[in-house]
């Protein structure tokens, strides 16, 4: 299992034409305010080469990525906070997923209506910024009203926490996202329990115009990203939806004739693996190759969980190949037999692209 990423906007951004390109799944994607309605839901294998190296060499009988899901979510406008629009389910929908790309309308088409009668970014950005701002306040104004009681009674830390959650309304109120603002341990703590939309990480994708890929617009959304410190990434959505058209081999010629080294989902991924501090392991045997995604830092034991519940709780130890090891000593045996394979327990941290031999016991 990969992660989940809300694909947010105003209305004629091109989320649903990304999305289709994205997941090929075929979502409405028409010039029309609204045109998704309820989110539409896509999960895609997350591309990684070192799965296929890994595969030529065990040949297994099945090779399987681990995956990503997008959700199309509803296009939001000013007023959203408020019901606006499709403003209530958009914001639950949005509640529900580990990051957000948020696509931004950086071309001119006369063909297709802008919600605002023009294009223009930085508006566009901070439209939905606030709507989410706003909604975040109530979320807040709510969760310090019941703390409230408690400190009347005197719990001295549901009065620290009140006096944060103050001083965070106050930061929001200045137009200042909760993902921009670096907290104290304790604070996120206090945050934790509450699903603040500002604080969820976020991409913002410059949607672009293929004839006019590095335009004035795309400067402005990066410089935005960069000030919140955010991601960006420029992608073609019509593009995108042309190369699901085409088999494997054209699209490589294609993509080599543009000069594009990757694919958006490529992008998208790699980002947001970066922004949601994601990595990789693998399990190999003549059955499968696997690649399973964890956070950074995870230890085996709760690796060995994300395989199956019974290897985290008979756990006994792991068994583990480095990537680069696996791939020279031409798998298992021979790193074995170069000393390169490497009994590890509980408490070891997993590294990006670990070959794993999970030992249980239940």
């Known amino acids: ?66 995956s990503m899901t997008f959700v199309d979510i509803a296009g939001l406008i000013q007023g ?16 529900e997923v580990d990051a957000i790309a948020h696509v931004v309308r950086c071309f001119e088409d006369e063909n297709i209506a802008h919600v605002s009668g023009s294009v223009n970014p930085k508006r566009d950005i901070e439209v939905i910024n ?3 701002i706003l909604a975040d306040l109530e979320t807040i104004d709510r969760t310090r009203q019941k703390l409230a009681k408690l400190a009347k009674a005197g719990d001295k830390e549901a009065r620290n926490s009140v006096e944060f959650l103050q001083w965070l309304s106050q930061r929001l109120n200045e137009g200042t996202v909760v993902r921009s603002i670096q907290l104290e341990p304790t ?6 329990s509450i699903s603040l939309l500002t604080a969820k990480p976020i991409l913002y994708v410059a949607n672009v115009a293929e004839q006019d890929p590095n335009n004035d617009y795309v400067s402005t959304v990066q410089e935005l990203a960069a000030d919140e410190d955010a991601e960006c990434v420029v992608i ?62 995870t230890t085996v034991i709760k690796a060995a969980g994300r395989v199956h519940t019974d290897f985290e709780r008979g756990f006994i130890r792991a068994e583990v190949i480095a990537y680069t090891d696996f791939i020279r000593l031409k798998g298992e045996h021979g790193a074995k037999s170069a000393g390169k394979m490497r009994l590890e327990g509980k408490d070891y941290v997993v590294a990006d692209g670990d070959v794993i031999y999970i030992r249980f016991n239940v």
């Not at 004629?12 to 028409?30: D, E, I, M, P, R």
């Not at 604070?187 to 934790?192: A, H, I, M, S």
């Open 130 to 132: 606030t709507e989410l």
């Open 236 to 297: 073609c959505s019509v593009l995108e939806a042309e190369l699901q058209e085409l088999s494997l081999s054209e699209r490589t010629e294609y993509l080599t004739e543009l000069e594009i080294s990757e694919t958006g989902l490529d992008k998208v991924v790699s980002t947001g693996y970066s922004l949601l501090r994601l990595h990789h392991f693998f399990t190999t045997n003549d059955n499968e190759v696997r690649a399973w995604t964890i956070p950074v830092g």
């Open 187 to 192: 604070q996120q703590e206090v945050l934790q």
């Open 1 to 66: 299992m990969g992660f989940a990423c809300g694909i947010v906007g105003l209305p004629n951004v091109g989320k649903s034409t990304l999305f289709n390109a994205l997941t090929n799944a075929g979502a409405s994607a028409q010039p029309f305010p609204f045109c998704t309605i309820d989110a539409n839901v896509g999960v895609v294998a997350v591309p990684d080469p070192r799965l296929d190296q890994l595969s030529a060499i065990v040949k297994p009988q099945r090779t399987t990525p681990t």
């Open 80 to 95: 959203a906070s408020q019901g606006e629009g499709l403003g209530n389910r958009f914001l639950a929908h949005i509640r």
